[in-house]
């Protein structure tokens, strides 16, 4: 049974820091390129950060880039997100996501609440 589990979300004042996790299981985690989306209110889910297997390529959104980094954990299947000089604006829901690009398949988390405000 595939799981991902996302946590570390909160309510964080403008300039803060969160660290978000998000624990894979029931795939080869390490195949996959692991990736946080985000759906904040009124806009559609996006893509933050995407990084890839075995120290591969890594992606950001540009409005995310110089204040989060992804890295990942292939030996605790797990991929993290740090997220400094966090903005009113990247409130969300952030979702964790797995995609195997040569079947297209894609896995989700249920998603952790991001909040930031004074």
């Known amino acids: 049974q595939v799981q991902l589990v996302e946590s570390g979300g909160g309510l964080v004042q403008p300039g803060g820091s969160l660290r978000l996790s998000c624990v894979a299981s029931?795939?080869?985690?390490?195949?996959?390129?692991m990736r946080w989306y985000r759906q904040s209110p009124g806009k559609e889910r996006e893509l933050v950060a995407a990084?890839?297997?075995?120290?591969?390529?890594?992606d950001y959104a540009d409005f995310v880039k110089g204040r989060f980094s992804i890295s990942r954990d292939d030996a605790k299947n797990t991929v993290y997100l740090q997220m400094n000089s966090l903005k009113p604006e990247d409130t969300g829901v952030y979702y964790c996501n797995a995609h195997f690009s040569q079947s297209h398949t894609n896995y989700w988390g249920q998603g952790t609440q991001v909040t930031v405000s004074s």
């Open positions: 029931g795939f080869t985690f390490s195949l996959y390129i």
């Open positions: 990084l890839t297997g075995g120290g591969g390529g890594i």
